[in-house]
Structures are given as structure tokens and as C-alpha cells.
């Protein structure tokens, strides 16, 4: 037997380990999600929203990719919203406010959100046409990482 053999053997046989060690270690392709029934800021890292879609399904993606209307995310707001304190309404007038995360039933029409300014809104729209029934896209989104404090 060559000596070349044996080189070659051994060759194949690293290449087939490393093939399955590493095979795991891909990156998926960043993914477009349109957060439409939930937008909220990731609690583990600051440069990241978690997107609730249409399907209520959860994308990390990340916040300066996010867009509506041409328009970045920290623009984005919503109008004639009702204000609420700690549990009431405040008995302001109708608000519009820079918007930080929010939760919509777009069956019902409804979108409950929470201001940059720390306070919590009601707002509703009629059609999907309306302003407050638009809803941020997200470019750079990849699934939500693996909880590892479970048991």
C-alpha cells in the first residue's frame, strides 16, 4: 500500500468530522419580516426589536432596519390615541406620540402602545388604509434565539 493512501484516508476522514461538527454552525440568511401585530424592544440586546408578524410568529431583528413609509423606526408614531396613566386614562385630548413598542388586534382595529415619553395609548383605525394601521418592515430579521434556562 502507497503511503499517499493512507494520507488520503486520513484526509477523508477529518474532512467527514469537520463536515458534521461545522455543518450546525451556518447562519441562516437574514430574512424581511413586517411586524404587523407586535413590535417590542429585545430585553437582551439594545440594538435588537422582537417583530411579532401578521401570523403572530417572533423575529429578532435588527432595530435599525426597520422601516415604515421610507421612514426609520424612532420616527414612527401613531395619532388621535387616548392616553392612559398607570391604569386610566389621563383625560388628555386625543394624542399623537413617537411610538417605542406596541401590540395590535388588527381584527378588532385596535393598537395598544407605549411612547418613548414612558406612557401607554389606545388607539384604533377603521380601514388598512388608515395611519394607525400602518406597521413597520424589518430587512435584517433572523429567529428568536434558543431560551437555555430551561430545565
Known amino acids: ?23 450546525s454552525v451556518q447562519a ?44 426609520r423606526w424612532k420616527d414612527f408614531m401613531f395619532e388621535n390615541c387616548i392616553e392612559y396613566g398607570d391604569y386610566y386614562p389621563t383625560g388628555n385630548p386625543p394624542q399623537t ?16 402602545a407605549k411612547g418613548y415619553n414612558g406612557l401607554y395609548y389606545h388607539c384604533t383605525f377603521k380601514d388598512p388604509g388608515d395611519f394607525n394601521a400602518r406597521r413597520p418592515t424589518c430587512s435584517n430579521c433572523g429567529p428568536m434565539p434558543l431560551d437555555n434556562d430551561d430545565p
Not at 417583530?51 to 410568529?57: F, I, L, P, T, Y
Open 97 to 112: 406620540f413617537y411610538v417605542k413598542q406596541f401590540s395590535a388586534d388588527n381584527t378588532a382595529r385596535k393598537v395598544h
Open 28 to 71: 441562516a440568511a437574514p430574512t424581511v419580516e413586517r411586524c404587523g401585530t407586535g413590535f417590542r424592544p429585545d430585553p437582551d440586546d439594545s440594538a435588537y426589536y422582537v417583530c411579532q408578524d401578521d401570523q403572530q410568529k417572533e423575529h429578532r431583528c435588527k432595530e435599525d432596519s426597520c422601516r415604515e413609509g421610507g421612514h
Open 1 to 23: 500500500m502507497l503511503p499517499t493512501n493512507s494520507f488520503r484516508r486520513v484526509f477523508i476522514a477529518l474532512t467527514a468530522i469537520a463536515s458534521i461538527s461545522l455543518g
